[in-house]
């Protein structure tokens, strides 16, 4: 597991990092603690949910994917924000939907396949921002791995 991958920083993240440092989560605290955010075209359910979809639970530069979680289709943050928000039970994908769309990066908007994901290395394929590898080793919580 590559801690720092040299090829995920790109120019392109020089962008996604200004996305960040606008949220600006830290200076002015949210008091309503369930919010929806729109990032990209999706809404992204949670707790504290900011401009690139970190949340109360995972809040480093790299949090930046929510997942759409099998049982209701909406993203969420993490399974702890799908806990605390939705009214339900969070189911896994099943192995034979790893081609759904379910990713989204939360720096730049696009939405990967859960095969997509992970196989991606632990950064966007797309805009090349880094992702938290920690995120896959509890893949297991979202997805029948
Ligand atoms: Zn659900
Ligand atoms: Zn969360
Ligand atoms: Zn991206």
Not at 42 to 61: K, L, S
Not at 77 to 102: G, I, K, L, Q, T
Not at 104 to 127: F, K, N, Q, R, W
């Given at each position: ?5 040299p ?67 909406r ?7 799908h ?28 939405v ?29 919580r979202y997805?029948?791995?």
């Amino acid at each position: 597991m590559s801690e720092d991958d040299p090829a995920a920083r790109t120019g392109r993240d020089e962008r996604a990092r200004a996305a960040t440092e606008s949220a600006d989560v830290d200076a002015e605290p949210d008091r309503s603690s369930r919010r929806v955010s729109v990032v990209g075209e999706e809404r992204v359910r949670g707790v504290e949910v900011d401009a690139v979809t970190r949340c109360a639970h995972y809040g480093t530069d790299r949090d930046v994917v929510a997942i759409r979680v099998a049982c209701c289709e909406r993203f969420y943050p993490c399974h702890a924000c799908h806990a605390a928000v939705a009214e339900h039970d969070a189911e896994r994908w099943p192995r034979s939907s790893f081609d759904a769309p379910a990713i989204l990066c939360g720096a730049c908007g696009t939405v990967l396949s859960i095969e997509t994901y992970l196989d991606c290395e632990h950064a966007c394929p797309d805009c090349g921002h880094a992702f938290n590898p920690g995120c896959a080793a509890h893949a297991d919580r979202y997805f029948d791995v």
